[in-house]
């Protein structure tokens, strides 16, 4: 049997990224290869019956094809980021890896749902050397972007890549919800982060709501397996009879929390995006451009938050409303046809596997 390598930033056992690169294990999977993912955590390589691989050697040493799993590959870090600040320091880290392994083995390297912020920047600016040259190195062949706008920036490295909308649109077709047990209670995901993207006032007014009142549930979750030891994203300290704590710990366990949610609160586009294939309308709050120009591409102006909400304005105005009225006043048409195109990454992946493999 034909084996593929499949490489993302695993190690910090992210959901999006996990998901990403078990979507694509399973695709290839049911096509009849073996594949083995680059530092997969181990209870997901158990829940999921997948081979992790170590080391970028022990992932490249006996395969033709290695698909790199979306992922922000794109994500444009200046010369100060990338002296100073440690995510961005092990991120080029790993570009460097990736290009030493072009040159160690023959191995062709293909991104599939590459992620950036749309913007055409100019790669010395913003990327180290490591990652220029392994973009333009001929072991990394033309692949696919979730941005159009990404199209323009690979043609500075001279690649040709296609646009399809988020790979992870096709979700369900890869895992299995994890619901909660059903409440007649209101059910309010929130994903907040630390510093100044958190409202105190906000907090307050959430825990005093939860306290004194008894028809609606609070859930604050987290994107990173506790182990990994990021704690960018708020938890209360402990929870009560309707402020609940579901820290990440599978993309089903997690993706099962968003099913069982009537509306989502979150910067993150992966957990609102997700958490829309599963019936459950979000909304961005303080979120970066990205969420905000994915919302407008759907209809959801509506959906962006301004800043300085209260929860009293929330209540008023989202958690009055059903989950059905509130996902329908998205453009339903525009996210099945984003549904529907982004089966291509998938056929993508399966060309590839087939002329490389």
Partial sequence: MKK??????????????DMQAIAFAKHLQSLGYSVKL?????????????????????????????????????????????LLHKAAIEYEQ???????A???????????????????RNPKSYYSKSRINFFKSD???DGTVRLSGDVEQMKQFGKNFEYYPDMLFQTPRYFESQVLEPTKKYRVGI??????????????????YAEENDDIEFHFTTTHMEKIGLNYQYLPEKESKNIFI???????????????????????????????????????????GKTKSFLKSIGGDWAILNDQISFKGLKTNYFSLSKTE???????????????DSKKHYNFCKTIAEQFA
């Fill in 4 to 17: 593929i390598a499949i490489w993302a930033p695993l190690r910090y056992a992210n959901y999006g990224d």
């Fill in 38 to 82: 680059y530092q997969l955590d181990e209870s997901l390589a158990k829940e999921y019956q997948l081979e992790s691989a170590p080391t970028i050697d022990d992932l490249c040493k006996d395969v033709n094809l290695c698909i790199i799993a979306g992922g922000a590959l794109l994500t444009p870090f200046n010369l100060p980021k990338r």
């Fill in 94 to 100: 790993d570009f460097k890896d990736l290009y030493q």
């Fill in 102 to 120: 072009t040159k160690k083995y023959s191995v062709k390297f293909s991104a599939i749902s590459m992620g950036g912020d749309g913007k055409i």
């Fill in 139 to 141: 072991s990394f062949i």
């Fill in 191 to 208: 994903n907040f982060k630390k510093g100044k993207y958190l409202d105190k006032e906000m907090l307050l007014a959430i825990y005093k």
């Fill in 246 to 288: 579901d820290r990440y710990c599978s993309p089903n366990q997690l993706l099962g929390v968003l099913a069982s949610m009537d509306i989502f609160i979150t910067s993150m586009l992966h957990l609102g995006l997700t958490g829309l294939t599963v019936g459950t309308p979000f909304v961005s709050y303080r979120g970066p």
């Fill in 326 to 340: 509130l996902y329908t006043q998205y453009n339903v048409s525009a996210i099945n046809k984003m549904v529907s």
